[in-house]
């Protein structure tokens, strides 16, 4: 049983820039959710993608986006980078049964600087 | 708004001491899920130990226990028999329903020989 995957580790872009992160879930799990951690402080959420289909967003300007593969892996696209986007970004993947989520397995995230 | 507090920035134990890490979080649903979660250096979060709401039980998984008053909405941790592996940091989180972790700001445990 594999975890979750996430590349590249660090990353470093120009204010302005574009930015692609990816996650590979674990084996079996239908849900990933994609959440921000700046420095000293807890994960925010920034949304979650079951079956292909965003079904939550937290407070994250459109700029956030992302998608989700037939095979569960998942991207997040950050647009028109901002310094304020400099963070250790975490995937973490689950089980959705009934509308019921399981416990989350996370990734060991890709730090993203902004400069 | 549902928030999660861990007043604790920082806390410090003794190798094979015991320490608690303080949580308490704000809500008005009936049915919710509590964790503590370990980030190590190594930044993957960890499952520590996990509470249902409905549960009167305090959750334990071998060196961890839980002191959940579900009156007072607080979440402690216990650490028993302290290694110095368990240096990290340590995030309490609170999910209602089914709907995504809200986590709180984390509070950084020392391990000293």
């Known amino acids: 049983e594999t975890g979750v995957t996430q590349s590249p580790t660090h990353l470093i872009k120009t204010r302005g820039q574009q930015v692609t992160l990816r996650c590979s879930s674990q084996?079996?799990?239908?849900?990933v959710s994609w959440y921000q951690q700046a420095l000293g402080q807890g994960p925010q959420f920034i949304f979650q993608?079951?079956?292909?289909?965003?079904?939550g967003r937290g407070n994250f300007p459109p700029r956030f986006s992302g998608l989700q593969f037939p095979n569960y892996s998942s991207e997040l696209n950050v647009n028109a980078l901002e310094l304020d986007d400099s963070a250790l970004y975490l995937c973490?993947?689950?089980?959705?049964?009934?509308?019921?989520?399981?416990?989350?397995?996370f990734g060991s995230g890709t730090r993203l600087t902004v400069v | 708004a549902q928030t999660v507090t861990q007043s604790q920035p920082e806390m410090s134990v003794q190798e094979a001491e015991t320490v608690t890490l303080s949580c308490t979080y704000d809500?008005?649903?009936?049915?919710?899920?509590l964790f503590w979660y370990k980030q190590p250096p190594s930044r993957q979060m960890i499952l520590v130990i996990r509470?249902?709401?409905?549960?009167?039980q305090n959750a334990t998984e071998n060196r961890f226990s839980v002191n959940f008053q579900k009156a007072a909405k607080s979440f402690s941790l216990k650490i028993s028999d302290s290694q110095l592996g368990d240096a990290a940091m340590y995030f309490c989180?609170?999910?209602?329903?089914?709907?995504?972790?809200?986590f709180g700001k984390g509070t950084r445990l020392s391990v000293i020989a």
């Open positions: 809500t008005s649903e009936s049915d919710y899920y």
């Open positions: 989180a609170y999910r209602p329903g089914n709907t995504p972790l809200v």
């Open positions: 509470q249902e709401a409905y549960k009167q």
């Open positions: 084996s079996g799990h239908n849900t």
């Open positions: 993608y079951y079956r292909e289909e965003e079904n």
């Open positions: 973490a993947s689950s089980l959705a049964f009934r509308d019921r989520v399981a416990g989350y397995t």
